[in-house]
C-alpha cells in the first residue's frame, strides 16, 4: 500500500488539499460499500502541515493536519495543494511568485529532501511553482494556471511549460492546472498506480468526472508576452478589429512598410506565433466567446469568425481547445440549468 502525503499550506486553497486527500482515501473503499463489496483501501494517507499545526487558507478556512512534515514516515508520494497568500495581500497586490515561495521555503527544503529520499512528487496550480523553485522540474514537462504561467516561464526558463496539458506525468514528478485540476490529477495518480477500474469506480462513487487532460478552453486570449514593436502593436490591433475578414499578409505587411518575410519574421519574434496563427487563436477565442454567450448554429459560429469550411472550423477549434464546439457549448453555454426530469 502506498504512503501518501497531503500537505497543508498556510495561504493555500483548501479544496485542492482536501479534495485529493477524499479521492486517495476512498480509493478502493467507498464503490466497495456502496455496491457490497468489502473495502480496499488503496493508499495510507496522512495529512501534514510545517510544524503539525493548523494552517488557513487563502479563503479564511483553518485545516488540521494529523501531523508536521518531519513526522511524515516515508511517503511514497507527496501531494503539494495550491499555496498562495492571505486573501488580503492577493487582493492588494495580485499574485506575487517571489512572497509565496519566500511564505514557503522550508517546504521547498522538504520537497527536496522527500524527492532525494525517492519519494514521488505531485503538485497543482500554484503549488507547483514550489516544486519548480526545489529544481525538481528542470528539464521535464509541467502545467500550472494558465494565468501564472508567463510568471513561472520567466522564473524557471529550465521548465518545458505546457500550458495547454490539465495534467503532466514527468516520471516521478506530476503537476496539474488549474485549482479544479486536483481532482483531475489525483484520479490520474489513482489510475496510474491502481488502474483504470479503481479509478473508475472511486470516480464513480464520488459523483466526479474522470480526468480531463486539457485547459486551452479555459484561457483568454489577452493573455500574451509583452513586446515593444510598435509596427507589430498596429498589426495586432488590425488584426483584432478584422479577423472575420480575409486577410492578406502581403497586404498588411505593405501597409506597415514591411516585405512579407520581415514581417512574418518580427510577428513571430515579437508574439511567438506567425501572423497567421494569431490570426487564428484570435478567431478560436471569439468562436469559443459565441459558444459560450449566444445560440447561433456551431455553422454560423464559424461564419461569424471568418471560416466558411465547418470541417476545417471544428479541427481547428479542437486543435486549440482540445474539444469541439458542441462539446464545449455544452461545457460552458449559459443557457442556464435544464430541468429534472
Known amino acids: 500500500m502506498m504512503n501518501v502525503a497531503v500537505l ?37 494517507v496522512t495529512t501534514a502541515s510545517l510544524d503539525g499545526e ?32 492571505e486573501l488580503e495581500a492577493l487582493a492588494q497586490n495580485g499574485y506575487d511568485i517571489d512572497a509565496v515561495i519566500d511564505r514557503n521555503v522550508e517546504t521547498v527544503g522538504w520537497l527536496k529532501r522527500w524527492a532525494e529520499d525517492g519519494a514521488q512528487i505531485a503538485a497543482v496550480c500554484s503549488g507547483v511553482a514550489l516544486v519548480a523553485e526545489a529544481g525538481l522540474l528542470d528539464g521535464k514537462p509541467a502545467t500550472a494556471h494558465w494565468g501564472l504561467v508567463e510568471q513561472y516561464a520567466r522564473r524557471f526558463p529550465r521548465v518545458d511549460w505546457r500550458p495547454e496539458y490539465l495534467v503532466t506525468d ?40 474522470m480526468p480531463r487532460t486539457w485547459q486551452n478552453a479555459f484561457t483568454h ?28 499578409i502581403e ?30 487563436s484570435l478567431r478560436i477565442a471569439m468562436a469559443k466567446r459565441l459558444l459560450e454567450n449566444g445560440r447561433l448554429t456551431i455553422q454560423e459560429v464559424a461564419q461569424e469568425v471568418g471560416y466558411a ?33
Open 8 to 44: 497543508f499550506l498556510n495561504g493555500g486553497c483548501a479544496s485542492t488539499a482536501t479534495l485529493p486527500t477524499e479521492i486517495f482515501c476512498n480509493a478502493g473503499v467507498f464503490w466497495n460499500l456502496v455496491s457490497g463489496e468489502p473495502p480496499r483501501p488503496r493508499f495510507r
Open 54 to 85: 493548523p494552517v488557513r487558507t487563502d479563503r479564511l478556512i483553518s485545516l488540521r493536519p494529523e501531523r508536521s512534515f518531519r513526522d511524515i514516515a516515508s511517503p511514497h508520494l507527496v501531494f503539494v495543494p495550491a499555496g498562495g497568500l
Open 170 to 209: 514527468a516520471g516521478r514528478f506530476y503537476c496539474g492546472g488549474g485549482i479544479n485540476s486536483a481532482a483531475d490529477l489525483a484520479l490520474y495518480l489513482v489510475e496510474k498506480f491502481c488502474g483504470r477500474e479503481t479509478a473508475t469506480r472511486c470516480a464513480k462513487a464520488l459523483l466526479i468526472e
Open 221 to 248: 486570449f489577452s493573455m500574451r508576452p509583452p513586446h515593444d514593436d510598435e509596427r507589430i502593436h498596429r498589426a495586432q490591433g488590425w488584426l483584432q478589429k478584422n479577423y472575420s475578414q480575409v486577410v492578406r
Open 251 to 280: 497586404t498588411l505587411a505593405a501597409e506597415l512598410g514591411m516585405s512579407a518575410r520581415n514581417f512574418i519574421r518580427r510577428f513571430k519574434q515579437a508574439t511567438g506565433e506567425t501572423p497567421m496563427g494569431y490570426l487564428q
Open 309 to 341: 469550411d465547418l470541417i476545417f472550423f471544428r479541427a481547428l477549434f479542437k486543435r486549440h481547445t482540445g474539444t469541439c464546439p458542441n462539446d464545449y457549448r455544452k461545457r460552458f453555454g449559459g443557457q442556464g440549468p435544464q430541468p429534472v426530469v
